[in-house]
């Protein structure tokens, strides 16, 4: 859940991501829908490869089925290792419709009855990992998909 990743991540010390963290740290400072460019393909995610974003091709359309170990892929450019399928990521945000103003470093919603994830999964298409794809539910929701990251701010 929500709370769990939570509270596990204030026990080690840190917190979950904003979403303008989880987002900065995807990108690595590209502009295209993901790190990796236009295309996100079976070398470089785990997501169900039936599934490629934008025209993409797969050299292999069977997936995995089910997470792999970090670090099976490649990092992203600031060294970062699965930011796209594998497991949904908690953020620390409520969900809310994005300001229409440009922001710097927003910090999201301060009250909300759902909760935002990001990242996609190894069972959803490569739609669903897109670096500004955001998922949302309620904090207490569970499944065998999801997981979190912890930040640590200096």
Do not use: H
């Amino acid at each position: 859940t929500w709370y769990g990743a939570t509270e596990y991540a204030s026990y080690v010390g840190g917190t979950l991501p904003t979403e303008a963290q989880w987002e900065y740290a995807c990108r690595a400072g590209t502009t295209t829908p993901f790190n990796t460019g236009n295309f996100l393909t079976n070398l470089q995610a785990n997501y169900d490869w039936a599934y490629p974003y934008n025209g993409g091709i797969n050299t292999v359309t069977t997936y995995p089925g089910k997470t792999q170990p970090v670090g099976s892929y490649a990092p992203n450019a600031y060294g970062l290792y699965d930011m796209y399928g594998n497991v949904w990521q908690w953020c620390a945000d409520w969900y809310d419709t994005y300001p229409t103003t440009a922001q710097a470093n927003p910090t999201g919603a301060t009250t909300g009855s759902i909760r935002v994830f990001r990242g996609g999964s190894w069972n959803l298409s490569a739609q669903c990992c897109r670096s500004a794809y955001r998922g949302r539910d309620y904090p207490s929701y569970t499944s065998f998909d999801f997981g979190f990251r912890v930040v640590f701010v200096q």
